[in-house]
């Protein structure tokens, strides 16, 4: 209502004024008594209101709209009312919901077919380098070998981040809930990272019982471990101390948590750390950072019906912990 007069208030006005300039002149030349006056003033008063009234009725439900603003794309749909207006109006919102839903197909498609592309590109990669992993069993225990070897082994998670990544949107299409024992998850994921372990000489420590079971995805979830359990190392280099892996149950949730010693996240990157490329002092200070692991981890446990948190202190340590329905 506030709003409808508003949006009269110029005819409002005009009429009074016209009204008030009328009444004056007739009343200067004589043409009308005092008594006369009231009576035009009620009854020209009487005829606006009417109007006004039948005004608010034929556009109600724009009005409304135009207070509540709009919520959804289906309030394009919404009848507005009978006025010209009105019947305008939703015109124009229906042929901007049409032009909004061929513009989303198009950008759909282009999504889609990248990818397409990004998918089919990072198998096409994987082949070479499962190639040069072969190759190179030939010259174990040599030191360039090794070093080869290492450099084969971050384009392998480079590409596996780049391909989960990519499937993030389809996520719905691409999981499996099923039951999965921590323990068993954990150390299989450990002993895939024991050369990473033994070159940074960090110890790893599993204090998870063997009977603690979580509902999730298999491949997703050890994604997500495998990301915590890279960036513990990275950021432990050359500590010789341990990252320990533990899971306890608490107030019908079990928690999952990656505790490393290392050097910490700073007080101002902490709340950042789960946005997409955001490296923070750590990340550019050792150069390896992509700011693509955690972000990645957030939205997989997010999908899954996971709460992952972060706490840190500064050359101390940090600790990721997942939390699991029971």
């Known amino acids: 209502m506030k709003l409808f007069f508003k949006y009269n208030r110029g005819y409002i006005i005009i009429y009074l004024l016209s009204l008030a300039l009328t009444i004056i002149y007739c009343n200067i030349m004589g043409f009308i008594e005092f008594g006369e006056i009231i009576y035009i003033l009620i009854f020209n008063t009487f005829i606006l ?24 794309l289906n309030d394009a749909f919404l009848e507005l009312g009978s006025s010209d207006l009105s019947e305008n109006i939703s015109g124009i919102l229906k042929e901007q919901h049409n032009l909004y839903e061929v513009e989303i197909q198009k950008c759909n498609k282009v999504h889609k077919e990248h990818l397409i592309f990004i998918n089919q590109w990072v198998h096409q990669m994987k082949t070479p380098l499962s190639v040069i ?26 590409l ?18 099923e039951r999965i024992s921590l323990k068993k998850l954990v150390i299989g994921t450990v002993n895939e990272e024991k050369k990473l372990f033994i070159k940074n000489k960090i110890t790893p420590r599993v204090e998870i019982d063997g009977a603690i079971e979580v509902y999730s995805d298999v491949k997703w979830i ?27 149950e608490k107030e019908k949730e079990i928690l999952l948590s990656v505790i490393d010693e290392g050097i910490g996240i700073p007080r101002k ?17 050792y150069g390896e950072s992509t700011g693509m692991g955690l972000y990645i981890s957030k939205e997989v446990c997010v999908n899954l019906g996971h709460k992952i948190e972060i706490t840190s202190t500064s050359d101390k340590g940090t600790m990721v912990t997942i939390r699991f329905k029971i």
């Open 160 to 177: 596996n981040m780049a391909m989960h990544f990519a499937r993030i949107d389809s996520f719905q299409n691409d999981f499996i809930v």
């Open 269 to 285: 990157d902490i709340k950042r750390v789960f946005d997409l490329f955001f490296t923070g002092e750590n990340g550019r200070k």
């Open 222 to 248: 050890k994604f997500v471990l495998d990301q915590l359990i890279i960036n513990g190392v990275k950021y432990s280099k050359g500590t010789e101390k341990e990252l320990i892996i533990k899971a306890c």
């Open 49 to 72: 209101v009417c109007f006004l009234m039948f005004s608010y009725y034929q556009n109600r439900q724009l009005y409304r709209l135009l207070r509540n603003e709009l919520t959804c």
């Open 133 to 158: 992993q072969l190759q190179l069993q030939e010259y174990a225990g040599e030191e360039k070998a090794r070093s080869i070897e290492e450099e084969v082994n971050k384009l392998n998670k480079g």
